[in-house]
T-cell receptor, first 113, second 116 residues
Framework: SQQGEEDPQALSIQEGENATMNCSYK?????LQWYRQNSGRGLVHLIL?????REKHSGRLRVTLDTSKKSSSLLITASRAADTASYFC?????????????FGTGTQLKVEL | EPEVTQTPSHQVTQMGQEVILRCVPI?????FYWYRQILGQKVEFLVS????????KSEIFDDQFSVERPDGSNFTLKIRSTKLEDSAMYFC??????????????FGPGTRLTVL
């Protein structure tokens, strides 16, 4: 499988519910970043978690990182219709120069009223 | 708040034509990147650029592609002879510096390239 795979591929919830998206990766990382993309639009940086961190919060977002399992999760609490978007994890690998990001396949989140 | 900008937002071209996609990274950023996203697929790294030279490039970034920072503000991606499969959304990104304080990459809104 590929570096950076999210599951589920699609998630549909009601407004006010929590949404959890997971990301798995294969090789050692420097950090992992989560981005949001509204349909056909650009990528918005949400949060970065470093390899020596286990949990990070930003507003309604909570990110966890388990380097032993090579996985991360993004939790959006009290979701809103405006959270409807695709969410991607991106890994910044330890090897290689330039800190390129390797993106996952994304989770399409739909928050219904 | 500073942001990465890209022009044009949509470019339509004929197969075999040259295109130049333009980006203005966040000022005082030092690292610059191009990524692309074919419709319905994941975002793929193309090239990274630092200190006026390419620091890393992917297999996608063949001889048909080139990047340039012609002045202190613009960062361009040129595709010499476009193919149908070059149709994609192209994203520019920039990063402040090296070291732990500068890990976030900030992306522009993208240029949608359509090759007919």
């Amino acid at each position: 499988s590929q570096q950076g795979e999210e599951d589920p591929q699609a998630l549909s919830i009601q407004e006010g519910e929590n949404a959890t998206m997971n990301c798995s990766y294969k090789t050692s990382i420097n950090n992992l970043q989560w981005y949001r993309q509204n349909s056909g639009r650009g990528l918005v940086h949400l949060i970065l978690i470093r390899s020596n961190e286990r949990e990070k919060h930003s507003g309604r977002l909570r990110v966890t990182l388990d380097t032993s399992k090579k996985s991360s999760s993004l939790l959006i609490t009290a979701s809103r219709a405006a959270d409807t978007a695709s969410y991607f994890c991106a890994t910044d690998l330890l090897t290689g120069g330039g800190n390129k990001l390797t993106f996952g396949t994304g989770t399409q989140l739909k928050v219904e009223l | 708040e500073p942001e990465v900008t890209q022009t044009p937002s949509h470019q339509v071209t004929q197969m075999g034509q040259e295109v130049i996609l333009r980006c203005v990274p966040i000022s005082n950023h030092l690292y610059f990147y191009w990524y692309r996203q074919i419709l319905g697929q994941k975002v793929e790294f193309l090239v990274s650029f630092y200190n006026n030279e390419i620091s890393e490039k992917s297999e996608i970034f063949d001889d048909q592609f080139s990047v340039e920072r012609p002045d202190g503000s613009n960062f361009t991606l040129k595709i010499r002879s476009t193919k149908l499969e070059d149709s994609a959304m192209y994203f520019c990104a920039s990063k402040g510096g090296s070291g732990r304080a500068y890990n976030e990459q900030f992306f522009g809104p993208g240029t949608r390239l359509t090759v007919l």
